[in-house]
């Protein structure tokens, strides 16, 4: 059952299914200390129960199947990972966002990492950073594979490939999606992968 413990990384909902879905899962689970918000563990319950049997391949399939994988390892004893009650709770389509924010008002001092996949939720969580000056970097999901490059866990080539995989399977295209996916990763994938890989690495 996962613990109250607050970790440095705080990590929404559609951050934990997009890690969950590529081949670095089983090692970024156990790798990476972070915390998540009983809001976002409510979400995840949700996409495991909203479709009973989704087809293999489509949008509903690929968050049920990641969902499974967080709850499963937010749940085992010996899991690094924790889930914190947010209250009040908020509610509608954007409150594991929300309850993001609302931990950081509570409790900004113990993170040092945000990660949360909408842009426009990461600038207002900067904002709110920034309003009581503090010290905590807010990033798109990409940024937990970077740590596990960072900390010798996986070799270049791994990153790269299983970054792409990520922003391939999440259906992320456009100049702005792409750009901001690899924000905060100081890392050149183009040395590595081919031209084949273009639409999936930043811009130039």
């Not at 590529?22 to 976002?40: H, P």
């Not at 993170?111 to 909408?118: A, E, F, G, P």
């Amino acid at each position: 059952m996962a613990s109250e413990a607050r970790y440095p990384i705080l990590a929404d909902t559609s951050s934990l299914v997009a890690v969950a879905n590529t081949t670095q899962w089983e090692l970024l689970k156990d790798a990476i200390n972070l915390t998540t918000t009983n809001v976002c563990k409510h979400e995840l319950q949700n996409h495991v129960s909203s479709n009973k049997y989704p087809p293999e391949g489509s949008r509903e399939h690929y968050l049920k199947q990641g969902s499974q994988r967080v709850l499963k390892h937010l749940d085992e004893d010996s899991s690094p990972w924790s889930c914190v009650t947010v209250v009040p709770r908020p509610h509608g389509p954007d409150a594991g966002e929300q309850s993001l924010k609302q931990e950081l008002y509570e409790q900004a001092s113990s993170y040092q990492i945000v990660t949360i996949l909408d842009s426009a939720a990461r600038r207002s969580i900067r904002r709110l950073i920034d309003n009581d000056a503090y010290d905590i970097d807010v990033v798109g999901p990409p940024y937990l594979l970077y740590i596990l490059l960072d900390n010798d866990l996986i070799s270049k080539p791994e990153f790269c490939e299983a970054t792409v995989e990520m922003i391939r399977t999440e259906g992320w295209t456009g100049y702005e999606v792409v750009k901001n996916a690899w924000t905060s990763i100081p890392v050149d994938c183009s040395e590595i992968l081919d031209g084949e890989y273009d639409d999936a690495l930043p811009p130039n």
